[in-house]
């Protein structure tokens, strides 16, 4: 079945040190979606992508989908204590009407 | 806008037991996806609801079910409860109509289910 592989489980960061998380399915998708989990919290949406090669900005966090919809990954740059958190990517399939979630990325921020 | 409610949001059972969650998703949705999440496996699939209709499962043990009434509220359950069944229960709701997967997905607090 479809499966959607996110990398690293965990990351140790030093603030101000950039941080990326990467998604990778074995399907292509039809969209990817990112959601941060703070600790205690519920997923929260922050982003999709719907096309090929796509890349989004929100202030120090960059998304980009690759051109054969079957990657994406999360860039921070400049990481502050607020980016704690988990970030997990849900890629979905118009084949199976599911979004998957990949296992989430744990980021962890020293001051 | 108010947003999705899950109740109760802490439970302890006991083995062999059932239990019954709940989830009231943002007025206006008539999706509701229903989550495992355990440390270590993420977020689990377990079934997605639309105007009444299970619409989508994950792999799941019978042993998990739900249902949606007419005014999209949602319920799942899970009967002879397991050790491994201790997880939380993460409820979200969408705008979410046809087979497209475009839109974003509003998460319940969840509810913790302990069982010893």
């Known amino acids: 079945g479809q499966q959607v592989m996110q990398i690293p489980q965990y990351q140790h960061v030093q603030e101000g040190e950039d941080f990326t998380t990467y998604c990778n399915s074995s399907?292509?998708?039809?969209?990817i979606q990112w959601y941060k989990q703070r600790p205690g919290g519920h997923p929260v949406f922050l982003i999709q992508l719907v096309k090929s090669g796509e890349v989004k900005k929100q202030k120090r966090l960059t998304f980009q989908f690759g051109e054969a919809k079957k990657n994406s990954s999360l860039h921070i740059t400049a990481t502050q204590t607020t980016d704690v958190g988990t970030y997990f990517c849900a890629g979905g399939s118009s084949n199976t009407g599911k979004l998957i979630f990949g296992q989430g990325t744990t980021l962890q921020v020293k001051p | 806008k108010a947003g999705v409610t899950q109740t109760p949001r802490y439970l302890i059972k006991t083995r062999g037991q059932q239990v019954t969650l709940s989830c009231s998703p943002i007025s206006g949705h008539r999706s509701v996806s229903w989550y495992q999440q355990t440390p270590g496996q993420g977020l689990q699939f377990l079934f997605e609801?639309?105007?009444?209709?299970?619409?989508n499962k994950g792999n799941f043990p019978g042993r998990f079910s739900g249902r949606q009434f007419s005014n999209s509220r949602s319920e799942m359950n899970v009967s002879t409860l397991e050790l491994g069944d201790s997880a939380l229960y993460l409820c979200?709701?969408?705008?979410?109509?046809?087979?497209?997967?475009?839109?974003?997905?509003?998460f319940g607090p969840g509810t913790r289910l302990t069982v010893t």
């Open positions: 399907t292509t998708l039809s969209n």
């Open positions: 609801y639309f105007s009444e209709t299970q619409r």
């Open positions: 979200a709701s969408s705008f979410r109509t046809g087979r497209s997967m475009s839109y974003e997905q509003y």
